[in-house]
């Protein structure tokens, strides 16, 4: 397991042990096992009970690839297959959902050395138009994981593998978990997972189903703290973030009492805003002249928040509701007990994320489903650049179109010449919903039909 500065990184996690408890329904995943075929395969996994199903009815390219069995046994497998990308700048998964919904995305990525050339691949993930991150992988059979929080903008989400470089693409897994709308609000842009711990007795990595929302909880220890827990039941789920009982149960102390409590992490990303989400919940029995009362600051004196006394056996979550930010992506959050505490502060769990502004504006809604439509309805899979969104972001455009960039306004497409293209059957009237369109070539092309009315009623329409 890899650390930063003392602080573990959610990226490098291993796959393997996990604790379980009782079973949760998998409403509101989506858990997508790359590369799996026949495409209606399903099995569940062994270790996390999760269901998976093959990823080809939501993606048009790729294919499909097997790590070196080598490293089978030390992996979950919805990472023993892999889809590859050796075409195309820019490689999408494309899923309908709903608008506004809010969804935690997870890539796995597993290289296994499936091409035989050992050399690790470097790219990067997009959300929509926009980059997520780069994909740095630590070595050929570590499970590398990268999750955001995303609201989707529109019925449609877009996951895209992006070529950096001269090597290839590849995911072993994607999830979806729909997450409470109500938590990891932000003013603007996405939340990528830097770290997500608790501090249990007995360290295991935790997810569904303990976690409603199969968020991943990396067990955490740190000097000069001693570690608490409880078997009493927490209450969890009064609090929008329904964190697991077996996070909730357990928090650390300094272990010397009249000490402060110093928890920092480094970005390194400098200047990257963050979201910070901290749990707290009293798990001891408090005598009647007992008060745990701390104060939260960071860096030097900022204030995080003041006079706070844990809840019993009930959970409280502290964020901000705007991005933090520091000069060089340090954190260090002290938490010192007040005047009148008798006791010392306490953590029961921590969350922290990196803003992902989305500056880029997808196509409008209709027009992305007109051009999704015009791709199925003459099948033209084919068609390398015709993935993601059709405008955005410009370098990779959809090959024959031509779009209208107006600044703070989503892109509307222009152009659609698809001459020579192979196509049969009559003109579709899903060029219609391209409500700016001036340029129409379907010119070399096999179609029959007359020339439909609504192509008249297309005012911007001139060239044909
Ligand atoms: C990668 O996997 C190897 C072999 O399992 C392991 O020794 C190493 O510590 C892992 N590296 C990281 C950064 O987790
Ligand atoms: C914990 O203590 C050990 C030994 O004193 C030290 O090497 C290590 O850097 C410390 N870790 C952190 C996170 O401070
Ligand atoms: C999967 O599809 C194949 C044919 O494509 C069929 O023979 C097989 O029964 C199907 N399996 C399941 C589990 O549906
Ligand atoms: C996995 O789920 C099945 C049925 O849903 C259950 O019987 C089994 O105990 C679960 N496995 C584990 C390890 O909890
Ligand atoms: C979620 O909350 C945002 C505001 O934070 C709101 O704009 C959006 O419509 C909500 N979505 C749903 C599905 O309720
Ligand atoms: C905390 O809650 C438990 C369970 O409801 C109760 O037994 C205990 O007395 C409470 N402690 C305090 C200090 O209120
Ligand atoms: C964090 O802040 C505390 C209190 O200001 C200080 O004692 C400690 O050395 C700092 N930790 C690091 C790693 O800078
Ligand atoms: C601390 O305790 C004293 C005596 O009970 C009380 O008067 C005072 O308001 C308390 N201070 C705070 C900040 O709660
Ligand atoms: C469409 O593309 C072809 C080949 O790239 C080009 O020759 C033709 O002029 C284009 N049509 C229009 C209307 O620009």
Not at 236 to 241: A, D, F, K, L, M
Not at 271 to 295: C, G, T, W
Request: net charge negative; charged share 15%.
């Amino acid at each position: 397991m890899k650390t930063i500065n003392g602080f573990l990184l959610l990226s490098t996690i291993a796959l393997a042990v996990f604790q379980l408890v009782q079973a949760q329904s998998q409403s509101g995943f989506i858990s997508l096992d790359c590369g799996l075929v026949p495409k209606n395969t399903t099995y569940t996994e062994t270790i996390t009970n999760i269901t998976y199903i093959s990823d080809a009815d939501y993606i048009d390219s790729g294919l499909t690839e097997k790590i070196s069995d080598s490293y089978k046994s030390q992996l979950q497998q919805q990472t023993w297959t892999l889809r590859s990308f050796p075409e195309g700048q820019r490689n999408c998964y494309n899923f309908n959902l709903k608008a506004n919904l809010k969804y935690l995305i997870r890539g796995t990525f597993v290289y296994g050395n499936y091409d035989g050339l050992n050399q690790i691949p470097k790219f990067d993930l997009h959300i929509g138009p926009n980059k997520w991150t780069s994909v740095m992988l630590e070595g050929v059979a570590n499970a590398t994981i990268y999750e955001i929080i995303h609201v989707l903008t529109q019925d449609r989400l877009q996951v895209c593998l992006v070529k950096t470089g001269n090597t290839t693409p590849f995911i072993s897994s994607l999830e979806l978990r729909l997450l409470n709308n109500n938590t990891y609000v932000t003013q603007s842009g996405s939340l990528m997972s830097f770290a997500r711990i608790y501090f249990p007795k007995t360290a295991y990595f935790l997810r569904y189903y303990d976690d409603l929302y199969d968020r991943v909880w990396v067990p955490f220890s740190q000097n000069e703290t001693l570690s608490l827990s409880t078997n009493l039941p927490i209450d969890t789920s009064s609090n929008p973030y329904n964190v697991p009982q077996n996070v909730a149960n357990s928090a650390i102390i300094p272990a010397k009492a009249t000490n402060p409590l110093n928890i920092w992490w480094d970005l390194q990303n400098i200047n990257a805003p963050s979201y910070v989400y901290m749990h707290f919940a009293e798990i001891q029995n408090l005598k009647a002249n007992e008060i745990r009362e701390f104060d939260i600051t960071y860096n030097g004196g900022q204030v995080w928040q003041s006079y706070f006394r844990p809840h019993n056996l009930s959970i409280t979550t502290i964020s901000s509701p705007t991005a933090l930010s520091s000069s060089d992506g340090f954190f260090n959050f002290t938490f010192t007990m007040t005047k009148n505490s008798t006791l010392p502060p306490l953590i029961n769990a921590l969350e922290v994320y990196i803003l992902v502004e989305n500056s880029l504006l997808e196509t409008y809604q209709d027009e992305v489903s007109a051009m999704m439509n015009i791709k199925k309805t003459y099948g033209l899979s084919k068609k390398v650049s015709w993935q993601g969104d059709p405008c955005s972001p410009q370098i990779y455009r959809w090959e024959g179109v031509d779009c209208l960039y107006l600044d703070s306004d989503q892109p509307l497409i222009t152009s659609l010449n698809l001459t020579t293209s192979g196509l049969t059957g009559t003109i579709t009237n899903d060029i219609y919903n391209l409500i700016q369109l001036r340029e129409l070539d379907l010119s070399n092309n096999d179609l029959s039909g007359d020339i439909p009315d609504f192509l008249a009623d297309m005012k911007m329409l001139t060239v044909m």
